[in-house]
Structure formats: structure tokens, C-alpha cells
């Protein structure tokens, strides 16, 4: 049940975080996966207006036939999304983890400029003990 | 009423010396003094204001630890847009740790010594440290620092460490400033109570981490000449 990746994407639709863990999904250049991640911007904010009652929290889970996207909107409109295989159970409480995560080591960090890509050594840290290593 | 007067600021200070302090906590004070709409159902016992509270409690009310690092954060940002380089935003950080220090040092002493019938002050050096790697910290960071040490090679300096400063926790500093330690500011806060005590010091943090504590810094003191003959003469 492996965990394949994890992106963060700011409120613009920017790719502001992304990361490998696993293998099982074919490699990517950097701008493939920020047209991949404009993209998702897109498709989530349509998402968010498909209810015929009012608004909606937009697409949640998107699934393939050989992996699974679960997206998490926060508050302020950052997204994090986790790619995983099909099976895999607890997708929706990793999110939450690494939400909590990029409160703590992100935007605490006098370092780091809000929308910008994310290069904080502590939150790489504590996303490896979170998930594993990365490829 | 505090409008009807040139210096609302002063007024407002002299009320709250003179008035008794029900008065001046009643809801309708404080409507005058922040402009604020009564609120209906507004508790009776509004919470003392801090300047009004005990100094002498020993026990202290915690503060957020998030909110503080929050206030960190910004506050070494707002230093980092005003300088031009690593040093002179840590010798920034340390003024306004300097700050702090003085203010702690009063607190500490008064919570420590007014109680006491032969009130007493260090005039030894190691002492004053010890209290400082104990009470100090304990008051700031509500734990005690790791350890002290002595140097070798110079006889004028000495050394504090935490092993996870607490200001540091969530502070990843980019690799092309790798030799700024955002914990000047607490090398400012120990410089002032060092100055406050009679020791004058040069006080300056450093990264020294090991493969156990990653964010482990020094605090080093580099005291000054007076001192340590002023050391000799006591001894």
C-alpha cells in the first residue's frame, strides 16, 4: 500500500511542494508536474461549483484504475494532495499530518515567503519520518 | 473623559494609579479607555490587567507556545528587510534580546529576593552563571539549559548550551546563511542580565549541532577584562 507522492500546492494553482516517495507511476519532469498541478487547480476549482445546493468543498478523492489522489483544501486555500495506490487506507490522516506539519515547519519559519516553493530543511525532516525516504 | 484632556495617554496612566482598581476594571472603565461598545452580559470580573496582576506569584500563567514562535518569526523578518548582512542582523536580534534580559532580571530578582529577610545579590561570577543557566532559562523557556562549560583555551570565556532551543524549534535557516544563529536573541537576553549583575560580556550564539541534536547552539560569553581581575581580587 504505498504512498507515491505528495504535493503542495499554493492558492494561485502553483506547485509550491512536490515530492517522489515510491515507484509506480511514470517519472515526470519538474514542468510536467506544475502543468499537472495548474491543472488540478483548475479541475478542483470546477469541482467546487458542481453542486446544485450551494457551495461545495470541491473534489476530495480522484481515482484511476492504479492509483488514487486524495486532495486536502485547507482553510487558506492550499492544497495538499497525496498520491497513492488504490488500497491505501490512510491517505486522509496523512494529509492531516502533513498538514500540521507545514504549519509547524513552514510557516513558522521566518525563512519561508507564503507562496513560494518550500525549501525548509525541517519540513523535509519531518515529512521523511512521517512518510518514509524518498527516491 | 480621557478625550476631553491634551494627553490622553497621561491621563489614562494617572487614572489608573488613582482609581481603585473595582472601578477601574468595570466594564464602563474600559469602554473609555478603548472606545469599545458595552457588551450586554459582559462578566462582572473582568481579568486584572497584566500591569496590575501580582509580580511575586510563583506560579505563572504559560503563554502560547505557537503564538510565540509566530511573534519570533516576524520579528526576524521584520529585522532581516533593515540589514545588510548576517552579523548585523544578529547583533539586531541581540538588542532586542538586550531588551528582554533587563526586564527579566529585575522580575527574577524581585520574585526570588523580596520575600527574603537578608536579600543578597551575586558578586561571584560562577554563581551568577549558574543562576543563569538555571533561573533564567526556567523563566523563560520554563526548562533549565543543558550544560555549561569553560574553555580551554581561553580563560575569558564560557559557554551555555541548549540542545533544542526553543525559539529555534521550527526555524530551518537556508543553506547560503548557514553561519546565522537566530538565538542571539537569547544571547542578547543573557548579555543583559550578565550587564544588570556587573559582569560585563561580549555575548554571541553559535550552531554547534551533533548527530543527537541537530539544532544544538552555544551561548558564549567573552567577559571582559574587569571582571576577571575583579574575580582574582575576591578570590
Known amino acids: 500500500m504505498p504512498i507515491y507522492g505528495l504535493w503542495v500546492i499554493n492558492k494561485a494553482g502553483g506547485l509550491v511542494y512536490q ?5 509506480g507511476l511514470a517519472q515526470l519532469t519538474s514542468n510536467e508536474y506544475l502543468v499537472l498541478a495548474g491543472t488540478l487547480h483548475g479541475i478542483h476549482a470546477i469541482t467546487s461549483r458542481l453542486s446544485p445546493i450551494g457551495s461545495s468543498s470541491g473534489a476530495q478523492v ?5 492509483f488514487k489522489m486524495t486532495i486536502l483544501l485547507t482553510a487558506t486555500a492550499t492544497k495538499f494532495v497525496l498520491l497513492t495506490s488504490l488500497s491505501e487506507t490512510t491517505a486522509d490522516a ?17 525563512f519561508h515567503t507564503p507562496e513560494m516553493p518550500i525549501r525548509s530543511e525541517g519540513f523535509d525532516t519531518r515529512i521523511t519520518a512521517l512518510i518514509g525516504n524518498g527516491s | 473623559m480621557a478625550y476631553s484632556q491634551p494627553h490622553s495617554r497621561v491621563s489614562v496612566l494617572s487614572n489608573s494609579s488613582t482609581a481603585s482598581s473595582v472601578e477601574h476594571f468595570s466594564p464602563a472603565a474600559s469602554t473609555t479607555r478603548f472606545s469599545l461598545p458595552t457588551t450586554p452580559g459582559l462578566p462582572s470580573r473582568v481579568r486584572p ?17 505557537a503564538a510565540f514562535t509566530f511573534l519570533f518569526s516576524e520579528m526576524v523578518q521584520y529585522t532581516q ?11 539586531r536580534l541581540n538588542t532586542l534580546g538586550y531588551r528582554i534580559g533587563t526586564r527579566v532580571l529585575e522580575l527574577m530578582v524581585w520574585r526570588a529576593e523580596s520575600q527574603s529577610k537578608a536579600p ?4 561571584r561570577f560562577l554563581p551568577a552563571l549558574m543562576s543563569i543557566h538555571t533561573q533564567v532559562w526556567r523563566a523563560v523557556f520554563g526548562k533549565p539549559a543543558d550544560a555549561i562549560e569553560k574553555s580551554v583555551e581561553n580563560a575569558d570565556e564560557y559557554m551555555i548550551i541548549d540542545n533544542d532551543p526553543l525559539i529555534e524549534r521550527y526555524i530551518s535557516v537556508p543553506k547560503d546563511m548557514s553561519q546565522l544563529s537566530c538565538s542571539s536573541f537569547t544571547a542578547g537576553i543573557v548579555e543583559a542580565v550578565l550587564d544588570g549583575l556587573g559582569f560585563p560580556a561580549r ?3 553559535h550552531n554547534t549541532p551533533t548527530a543527537q541534536a541537530p ?17 582574582e581580587v575576591l578570590k
Open chain 1, 19 to 23: 515530492r517522489n516517495f515510491a515507484d
Open chain 1, 62 to 66: 480522484i481515482e484511476g484504475e492504479t
Open chain 1, 94 to 110: 496523512v494529509l492531516q499530518k502533513v498538514y500540521e506539519i507545514y504549519s509547524d515547519a513552514v510557516m513558522k519559519n521566518p
Open chain 2, 49 to 65: 490587567n497584566i500591569y496590575d496582576r501580582n509580580l511575586t506569584k510563583t506560579r505563572i500563567p504559560e503563554v502560547s507556545g
Open chain 2, 81 to 91: 528587510k533593515r540589514v545588510s548582512g548576517i552579523n548585523d542582523l544578529e547583533r
Open chain 2, 120 to 123: 543578597k545579590r551575586e558578586i
Open chain 2, 203 to 205: 555575548v554571541t550564539a
Open chain 2, 215 to 231: 539544532s544544538r547552539t552555544t551561548i558564549l560569553i567573552k567577559l571582559e577584562k574587569s571582571v576577571l581581575e575583579r574575580e
